[in-house]
């Protein structure tokens, strides 16, 4: 694996500014700068600096699946026939077309692959699960219904051990 020539050490302002924009991504540049304690230009600068060297990958909105209609959240573990590496990236390149499988990790122990779906029904479940089980070299399929998600943070801890 080639090693970053120069690799970003974080600091505590850094630090500060990625727990920032977990927490709220759509503040101003300027309330970042001064709930992280510095001036707007050198607040942006870091802020681009950390894009770039990939610890802050995207922005997004946090949405109500169940208010946009898809009423079931569920969880499938999948195990696969062969964990040869043409089946594991064949598997991987299959689920990625699939709007429904919003999380995909590859895992070590009791099955291959953890997937999170979403669904509009249980008709909608049944199908994609049928798809998965139909799916070549699928050996095992295991869905996993959540009842209720009482906890569901974006990003990471940050706090001034870590890093």
Same mark, same amino acid.
């Given at each position: 694996m080639p090693r970053d020539p120069d690799p970003i050490q974080l600091?505590? @302002?850094d630090r500060k500014i990625i727990a920032e924009l977990q927490e709220d991504g759509r503040m101003t540049n300027v309330e970042l700068a001064r709930r992280t304690g510095i001036s707007p230009p050198p607040c942006l600068r870091r802020v681009r600096r950390l894009e770039?060297?990939?610890?802050?990958q995207g922005y997004h909105a946090r949405t109500d699946g169940q208010k946009?209609?898809?009423q079931i959240a569920f969880?499938? @573990?999948v195990g696969l026939e062969s964990q040869k590496q043409a089946v594991l990236d064949g598997f991987e390149a299959l689920v990625a077309t699939w709007p429904e499988v919003r999380?995909?990790?590859m895992i070590r122990g009791g099955g291959d692959f953890l997937l999170k779906l979403v669904a509009r029904d249980a008709a909608h479940e049944n199908q994609l699960t049928a798809r998965l089980t139909g799916a070549?070299?699928?050996a095992r399929v295991q869905t996993l219904q959540t009842i209720?998600?009482?906890?569901d943070l974006a990003g990471v801890p940050m706090d001034r051990s870590n890093g």
């Open positions: 600091d505590e @302002i770039e060297a990939g610890f802050i946009l209609g898809w969880f499938v @573990i999380e995909c990790h070549a070299h699928v209720r998600t009482s906890r």
